[in-house]
């Protein structure tokens, strides 16, 4: 008897303390931004009941549609160029080429580096007058000048790839590919080692090859990987927040702004903090959307299966 309460005080001490701190930094910051949506609150006067005010001016507000819309365009890039390049790179590296654990590791290493870090790192290759993409752009210009064409290579220093309207969602959505594809490309690589190799060499013996072998085979049986992969994609565009906070900070003129960016300044710039918690709210529905309809596709597999 003595030994049971022993093992009870114990377990309660291991698992209480931990559920503990979850209820305190989790699930109580989760409830309170849902309650903090249906009020006006700065942070320091009381809260005040509007009801679902705040949702309605959210989607009358010019800024918010354009976070929206960019999220959405940042999910279609996500969910389609770096799982296509990351896959790529997989077949590749996975036929055992040369220098085929340096290049793991050198298209893995954008991932390791801080988003702060990649955002600094790219916002010095986007500067215009010493960026490494326009001093490209002005040496290639500089050739066709010289073999004839009216062309002025100094006009290159003239791109801002963050200053312009129209460039920089897509500047800071491409940085943010760039670290995406190695991550895809190490999930990939684990879902290629897993295929059966007699079925392929079943399927190689009955004449399939090359892009035929990907298309009906190898492609078919990486289904449970890319369903985590755009999973994934689509859960790390709702919430790219950093890159884009420390290039653009959402500018120029909301171009580049998405919903996490836009939550932080209306919360801590404007000091709106029960609209903030909406569009908190909205943002965890999307997302919560999407793991549903990954969960769903996850049982549905494994019910296949059994």
């Not at 918010?64 to 296509?84: D, Y």
């Not at 055992?96 to 654990?101: K, S």
């Not at 080692?193 to 990486?222: C, H």
């Amino acid at each position: 008897m003595a030994a049971s309460l022993y093992q009870a005080r114990w377990l309660v001490v291991f698992l209480g303390l931990p559920l503990l701190l979850y209820s305190v930094w989790v699930i109580y910051p989760f409830v309170r931004t849902f309650t903090l949506a249906f009020t006006s609150y700065d942070g320091l006067s009381p809260a005040q009941w509007i009801g679902w005010q705040n949702f309605r001016e959210m989607f009358q507000t010019e800024a918010f549609r354009l976070a929206l819309g960019h999220n959405l365009i940042w999910i279609l890039i996500f969910i389609t160029v770096p799982t296509s390049a990351g896959l790529g790179l997989a077949m590749v590296l996975n036929q055992g080429v040369r220098f085929d654990r340096f290049l793991k590791i050198a298209y893995y290493l954008p991932l390791v580096l801080a988003p702060v870090v990649t955002a600094m790192v790219w916002g010095w290759i986007y500067h215009p007058q010493q960026g490494l993409v326009n001093t490209v752009i002005a040496g290639f210009l500089g050739i066709l000048k010289a073999v004839g064409f009216n062309v002025n290579p100094e006009e290159a220093k003239n791109i801002g790839w963050l200053g312009d309207p129209k460039l920089a969602l897509i500047s800071v959505i491409v940085a943010s590919v760039w670290r995406q594809v190695g991550y895809v490309m190490v999930l990939y690589l684990a879902g290629l080692k897993t295929l059966d190799a007699e079925v392929l060499e079943a399927a190689k013996v009955d004449g399939a090859e090359g892009f035929n072998l990907f298309r009906y085979m190898i492609f078919p049986m990486l289904a449970p990987v890319t369903t985590v992969v755009v999973v994934i994609s689509i859960v790390d565009s709702l919430r790219s927040f950093d890159l884009v906070n420390v290039m653009t900070n959402g500018g120029p003129f909301n171009s580049s702004e998405v919903l996490a960016n836009y939550m932080v300044k209306t919360a801590f710039h404007d000091y709106r903090q029960g609209y903030a918690a909406a569009v908190a709210v909205i943002l965890f529905l999307i997302t919560f959307v999407f793991t549903l309809i990954y969960l769903r596709q996850v049982m549905r597999q494994e019910e296949r299966r059994s």
